[in-house]
T-cell receptor, first 115, second 118 residues
Framework: DAGVIQSPRHEVTEMGQEVTLRCKPI?????LFWYRQTMMRGLELLIY????????DSGMPEDRFSAKMPNASFSTLKIQPSEPRDSAVYFC?????????????FGEGSWLTVV | AQKITQTQPGMFVQEKEAVTLDCTYD???????LFWYKQPSSGEMIFLIY??????QNATEGRYSLNFQKARKSANLVISASQLGDSAMYFC???????????????FGKGTHLIIQP
């Protein structure tokens, strides 16, 4: 079975440019999460969706960040304009249902460098 | 206050020895779930094991077991007979129950970098 698929795997961009990260969750999963990982802050939840609807975006750092999920099989995380401090690994993850024991499955991550 | 604390930034262990990675957590919710993930140098996050707060027995998955001590609020990961391929970052994570307003996502600790030496 295909896991969570993210693209691009690596991106280097210049400060001020727009960055779009893409994610395809596991088929049949109702929840989609975007996490960011940095050395300083570790893994942080940015936003998550249930059935394509954003539920909690309190982790989104600022208005430069936006996320959409137009359908059950696709989500984007956009940064506009990008800044060097946005350099991080961005993970998309999905899970099947709500519940304590519900496992979240991660993609391989998108490694973003803003220079 | 940190919800998940992993006090060992790094550990060196001889191959074939057992390893215990520490994790303590902080919640007032009686209902919660605890997870461990492995992140090898390639970067992906791999789910290892889950323990629910109401589970009577410690969770086990192959060479992985979770030493759950509820009163101490600790959920240590034990890896038996370590292998070179176990070298990775290990993250403890928690999901709090909905009664306490817990979200659907996981809160992660800072991780422990485990290095298995031959």
């Amino acid at each position: 079975d295909a896991g969570v698929i993210q693209s691009p795997r690596h991106e280097v961009t210049e400060m001020g440019q727009e960055v779009t990260l893409r994610c395809k969750p596991i088929s049949g999963h109702d929840y989609l999460f975007w996490y960011r990982q940095t050395m300083m802050r570790g893994l942080e939840l940015l936003i998550y969706f249930n059935n394509n609807v954003p539920i909690d975006d309190s982790g989104m750092p600022e208005d430069r960040f936006s996320a959409k999920m137009p359908n059950a099989s696709f989500s984007t995380l956009k940064i506009q304009p990008s800044e060097p401090r946005d350099s991080a690994v961005y993970f998309c993850a999905s899970s099947a249902y709500r519940g304590l024991g519900n496992t979240i499955y991660f993609g391989e991550g998108s490694w973003l460098t803003v220079v | 206050a940190q919800k998940i604390t992993q006090t060992q930034p790094g550990m060196f262990v001889q191959e074939k020895e057992a390893v215990t990675l520490d994790c303590t957590y902080d919640t007032s919710d009686p209902s919660y779930g605890l997870f461990w993930y492995k992140q090898p140098s390639s970067g992906e996050m791999i789910f290892l094991i889950y323990q629910g707060s109401y589970d009577q027995q410690n969770a086990t998955e192959g060479r992985y077991s979770l030493n759950f001590q509820k009163a101490r609020k600790s959920a240590n990961l034990v890896i038996s007979a370590s292998q070179l391929g176990d070298s990775a970052m290990y993250f403890c994570a928690m999901r709090e129950g909905q009664e306490g307003g817990g979200a659907d996502g996981l809160t992660f600790g800072k991780g422990t970098h485990l290095i298995i030496q031959p």
